[in-house]
């Protein structure tokens, strides 16, 4: 190592002089960089706080899952209800409706995965993998366009199954993006059946 | 701000400052004898005009503050509350909402300004870097007040501009739970909209204090992009800048006060007075007048990670002009080529504001894709292009030239008594 120029005051006229070709770094040079360096470690570190404090805090991922009565729905209608902030689309489909859903070949399909967070990450979009479990005709999702997150309107677009207003993303019967901008599928959220008439989110 | 000043303390008191901290000093030299090229048109005015409708948004918002409340039980009716039942409220409101358009108004005929004279050649390259930092916090900051009234349009501009982060791969999703303090947008994310809402103008305050300095340092560009040569090429800036930008002011505060008192709300958005609602989105949904042209390049590209990353580099393009344009000639009056795709790109970037406002669907997308399209041709094509093709046309010996109409003649009278350091002696 070669300095050009002290990093520490010399204490005496026999210590070693850095801009000595034959200098070899003395315990204080090395206490000089291990606190610098520390010093610098504890400074990046606190600013970890100032970042996390942004994250969601207790309150928010302290959300429930709620239960949906749904007995009183008929073939047709659909309701939206409020899951951790979010609207949530249930939608009683009509036999048209799913047997559209269910003649659309996977390759006609801009995202061929399900995004059913009952079923394990790669399953293929068909219907069957879409609707809620041994209840097809319920079709349970998180109303927010995956493009950038608008709400979109249901029964409307090309396919009668929702068209997003803000940058036209369309998506069919079973919620699946058919074209426009969105990337994937509408999810659809961990959800149980608690009895015949009764939804559970989350 | 180095060089000789022209400063002279008169009164004991001023000597005893000067000694001690010569601010005054520093005010004179930079606003009242600093040197500014004699042919400045009214172009030149609006960075004045920026200074002023900085200090006027910082006003307003200051005593707006003192009256909203950042909680989104309540933001809504307090801006309300603002309208109705605050003394001058509504007055304060409407100066503060239309005062971003101004601003915005003033800042792009200033970068038109800006392009037209080549105001980013060397030696003027971080003066222009700065400028666009100027314009980034000011795109942040206005859109984060846009959100604080908490309406249909300020929730769901929160919503689509915080997605945007989204489809950044892999830390997309976590970037944006983290700008949104939860799983959607929400109290959480009013409160630190408000907080940096409140926080970015000084920030801006700041960099324009060192956007100034620049140019104080390299001097002004002028129409002839000729740079000063002599005592007769240059005025002080004081009287003949400062008056010249205040009849300047003067006519641009007549059009915002025709807003302000006549169409307050003409340039808003009506779903802005329903209050926000999570759960139902406004069939059309546009941002306001000044971020169309990049909404409709965000549009343009059918993917979503496309459109954002056009979107970022539909700004990000401008800190690269200096060194995209080939051209050495600064002004666009001695560029017979430039000129002409000066004015098609200030077409095409009106055109693609109209695009942006106008529902994504049949020849709109198309429309808007072209446009799209030729906004960056502009840049990385034209730019470097024309440089090298295009022949310019003889420029004048001088500034003085110019502005007489025949050679300079040294032995007529020098510039009005008062006229200040010659340029070649500064820094």
């Avoid at chain 2, 400028?131 to 249909?152: D, S």
Wanted: overall charge negative; glycine content about 8%; proline content about 8%.
């Amino acid at each position: 190592m070669s300095y050009t120029y002290p990093t520490t005051v010399p204490e005496s006229a026999s210590d070693p002089d850095p801009s000595d070709p034959h200098y070899q770094p003395s315990r204080r040079d090395f206490f000089v960089i291990a606190t610098g360096a520390f010093a610098a470690v504890g400074a990046v570190a606190f600013v970890w706080p100032f970042v996390d404090q942004m994250n969601p805090d207790a309150s928010a991922l302290a959300l429930a899952s709620i239960e949906v009565d749904v007995s009183a729905m008929e073939p047709g209608q659909s309701i939206t209800v409020v899951w951790r902030g979010k609207p949530v689309f249930i939608r009683y489909r009509t036999d048209e409706e799913i047997a559209a859903a269910k003649d659309t070949q996977l390759s006609e399909l801009k995202d061929p995965v399900a995004r059913n967070d009952n079923l394990e990450a790669g399953a293929p979009a068909t219907d069957e993998n879409r609707a809620a479990a041994g209840h097809e005709a319920f079709l349970v999702m998180v109303g927010i366009c995956t493009h950038l997150g608008c709400v979109p309107l249901g029964e409307a677009g090309d396919y009668n199954g929702w068209f997003c207003p803000c940058h036209g993303s369309v998506y069919d019967t079973a919620g699946r993006i058919r074209h426009g901008p969105a990337p994937e599928n509408l999810l659809v959220p961990p959800l149980t059946f608690a009895d015949d008439t009764t939804i559970k989110i989350g | 701000m180095q060089g000789t000043s022209e400063y002279t303390p008169r009164t004991g008191i001023e000597r005893w400052i000067d000694k001690r901290m010569p601010l005054p000093r520093l005010m004179y030299d930079s606003f009242v004898s600093y040197p500014i090229p004699r042919n400045l048109n009214y172009a030149y005015a609006f960075g004045g005009i920026l200074s002023v409708m900085l200090i006027s948004q910082i006003l307003t918002g200051v005593v707006l503050a003192m009256h909203y409340a950042a909680n989104s039980e309540i933001a809504f009716t307090s801006v309300e509350h603002i309208m109705r039942d605050v003394n001058y409220g509504w007055l304060l409101r409407y100066l503060h909402m239309n005062g971003s358009s101004m601003f915005f108004l003033a800042v792009y005929v200033h970068i038109f300004r800006g392009l037209y004279y080549g105001s980013y050649k060397s030696p003027r390259e971080i003066q222009w870097l700065l400028g666009v930092v100027l314009f980034l916090l000011m795109m942040a900051t206005a859109f984060m007040g846009y959100v604080l009234p908490w309406g249909q349009m300020s929730f769901w501009a929160a919503t689509v501009i915080t997605n945007l982060f989204s489809a950044i791969p892999l830390v997309g999703d976590a970037i944006r739970t983290w700008l949104w303090g939860g799983f959607s947008v929400g109290d959480p994310t009013l409160n630190r909209f408000f907080s940096l809402h409140y926080l970015l103008p000084f920030m801006i305050a700041g960099v324009v204090i060192l956007h100034v300095w620049a140019f104080h340092v390299t001097g002004q560009t002028n129409p002839t992009g000729v740079e000063p040569k002599s005592r007769r090429d240059v005025v002080p800036f004081t009287p003949h800048a400062t008056m010249k930008d205040a009849v300047a002011l003067v006519a641009f505060f007549l059009v915002f006060a025709w807003f302000v008192f006549y169409m307050p709300n003409y340039l808003g958005h009506p779903d802005n007075y329903v209050e926000a609602n999570p759960l139902v989105t406004p069939p059309h949904i546009v941002p306001e007048w000044y971020f169309l042209p990049f909404y409709a390049i965000l549009r343009a590209i059918p993917s979503k990670l496309g459109g954002v990353i056009a979107l970022g580099l539909s700004v990000v393009v401008l800190f690269l002009v200096p060194w995209l344009d080939t051209s050495k000639v600064l002004s666009a009056a001695y560029r017979p080529l430039y000129r002409i795709f000066f004015w098609v790109f200030v077409v095409v970037c009106i055109g693609l504001g109209y695009i942006g406002a106008m529902p994504p669907e049949g020849g709109y997308i198309i429309a808007g894709q072209l446009l799209t399209a030729y906004y960056f041709i502009h840049f990385f094509i034209i730019l470097p292009l024309l440089g090298f093709i295009e022949t310019p046309k003889p420029r004048p010996a001088s500034i003085t030239e110019a502005v007489l109409g025949r050679p300079d003649e040294p032995g007529e009278p020098a510039t009005p008594a008062g006229a200040t350091a010659m340029p070649e002696r500064r820094g």
